[in-house]
């Protein structure tokens, strides 16, 4: 594989085509409160799936950042009473944002036609058909590689301080892992406990969505036995705000 169609559409199977479409029995899925995270499989093709974390180890991994947020000593030693610790978001990973167009990784995606499919209408409509609700025009776009080791700690992915994102928004993860990847998982909470987990690396083009804020955490992926430098998960992201 050496691009990405211009629509997102093109890389669905029937069952994906069948919630683009409104068809799917978990299409309108998140529309319910109750209702956090999807992890779906089955709905993008397999074929093509299994040669896009190649591609964008090829074309993108030089471009993104890394970001290591670890655990701040203070959260221990200038911690004065018993059981109240407090704990931000940590994580380890390679990332970049898809908005800048001036931006190496923007031009990289580009040349692959990463962009083109993210902004295809597509793209856009399958989030609404997930989220069972209109959704604003603009929306935010990231690339993350997950290396061996690499993780995000438990957060909420609450905003707040921002109008439009303090009431929840949508956010739709599509997964790509190398072969070198033992497994990944991602833990969240259901009736405020961690009981629930999904493995992510083993379906090529997993489909994962998230009705925001919740807590969740992403488990530091594994590699197969001396394959570190190889294993990689990579996420691309869209944010998508709810236009009512």
């Avoid at 799917?24 to 998140?30: I, N, Q, T, V, W």
């Avoid at 969240?188 to 690396?201: I, L, S």
Wanted: glycine share 6%; hydrophobic share 40%.
């Amino acid at each position: 594989m050496r691009r990405f169609p211009a629509e997102f559409a093109d890389l669905l199977t029937p069952g994906g085509q069948a919630l683009l479409t409104g068809r799917h029995p978990r299409a309108g899925a998140l529309a319910d409160p109750r209702t956090r995270f999807l992890a779906l499989d089955g709905l993008i093709d397999p074929r093509p799936a299994k040669a896009i974390a190649a591609l964008l180890d090829r074309a993108l991994l030089q471009h993104l950042r890394e970001m290591a947020q670890p655990i701040p000593p203070e959260t221990i030693w200038e911690q004065t009473q018993n059981y109240a610790e407090v704990l931000p978001k940590t994580m380890r990973q390679r990332t970049a944002h898809l908005d800048n167009a001036r931006s190496a990784a923007f031009r990289a995606a580009s040349e692959i036609g990463l962009i083109a499919m993210l902004r295809s209408d597509s793209y856009r409509a399958f989030a609404a058909a997930l989220a069972g609700r209109s959704l604003r025009k603009k929306y935010g776009l990231q690339a993350i590689a997950y290396g061996s080791g690499d993780y995000a700690g438990p957060h909420t992915d609450h905003h707040p301080e921002e109008p439009a994102a303090r009431h929840g928004y949508l956010d739709m993860h599509l997964s790509f892992a190398t072969n070198a990847v033992r497994d990944q998982f991602l833990v969240y909470a259901k009736t405020g406990h961690f009981t629930e987990m999904v493995e992510v690396t083993q379906t090529p083009g997993l489909v994962t969505a998230y009705r925001l804020p919740f807590w969740h955490y992403t488990t530091p992926l594994r590699a197969k036995p001396k394959q570190e430098k190889k294993a990689r998960r990579w996420v691309l992201l869209g944010t998508f705000l709810f236009s009512e």
